[in-house]
């Protein structure tokens, strides 16, 4: 570990860089580190290391900062690329923390924002995750689909507009089948109130789909209800730290 300390002593060309990258990749080394000595660690593994691996590693820290590194260099680098890499990240993705999924979300937000920080190809890659995210998505993580929801919307809304004419066309379909209890409460929460009107729904199934939609928003109101707020405590605590390292 005190190699990993001189950076001038830890080199490709060594004959212990890759041991030494490997143990200190380690999770009970890698949370010992200071955040800066992290962050020069992802910096000389993110090259040549499964990123999974480097993802779900910097996952296991209460800290989300190393994470956000880590995501913002593999975007930088066009990853995910492949559709089962996108599909894989936002499995991964849809497990973390809400704080973490926000924090992920603001990082999507600043790359978009400015349309010469990413290339086109990089735009499409998280588009293609977005709506990966937003696809994926259960009931029970109804905030960090609005979280990924909102850079779709408002980066993407040709993309965004197709999720919604899939996702309606589903419910439709389900009901023509004579299929209503078979419609996802999760789909269901994802359209907006103007989809759901314009659902062609037999009479005699307006009874039965009226108490799926109460039963849906009942469960959102649960899940919502059951968690603390980490959103709007990880956005206050964001807020907090720009004033403390911004302000003079």
């Not at 490709?12 to 030494?20: C, G, I, L, R």
């Not at 590693?57 to 996108?86: G, K, M, V, Y």
Request: some cysteine; hydrophobic content about 45%.
């Amino acid at each position: 570990m005190e190699r990993l300390k001189q950076t001038t002593s830890i080199t490709p060309a060594t004959s212990d860089y890759h041991a030494d990258i490997q143990a200190a990749l380690q999770p009970q080394h890698f949370l010992r580190l200071p955040f800066q000595q992290q962050i020069d660690l992802l910096k000389a593994s993110l090259p040549t290391i499964d990123p999974f691996v480097l993802i779900e590693l910097c996952a296991i820290s209460r800290d989300h900062e190393p994470l956000i590194f880590a995501l913002q260099w593999l975007f930088s680098q066009n990853w995910p690329t492949t559709a089962q890499e996108q599909t894989h990240l936002a499995d991964f993705l849809l497990e973390q923390p809400d704080s973490a999924g926000l924090q992920v979300s603001l990082l999507i937000d600043r790359l978009l924002a400015e349309d010469s920080a990413i290339s086109t190809t990089q735009r499409e890659h998280i588009a293609a995750l977005l709506l990966q995210c937003a696809e994926r998505a259960p009931i029970q993580r109804l905030q960090l689909f609005c979280l990924f929801d909102r850079p779709l919307l408002r980066y993407f809304p040709q993309q965004h507009q197709a999720f919604l004419d899939q996702l309606q066309h589903r419910c439709q379909h389900l009901l023509h089948q004579e299929h209503t209890e078979a419609i996802p409460e999760a789909t269901l929460l994802k359209l907006p109130a103007s989809r759901l009107a314009a659902l062609d729904l037999p009479a005699e199934h307006q009874s039965r789909f009226q108490g799926l939609l109460k039963r849906a928003a009942h469960a959102a109101i649960e899940i919502l209800a059951a968690v603390p707020k980490p959103i709007s405590q990880a956005r206050a605590e964001e807020l907090l730290s720009r004033r403390v390292y911004d302000d003079p």
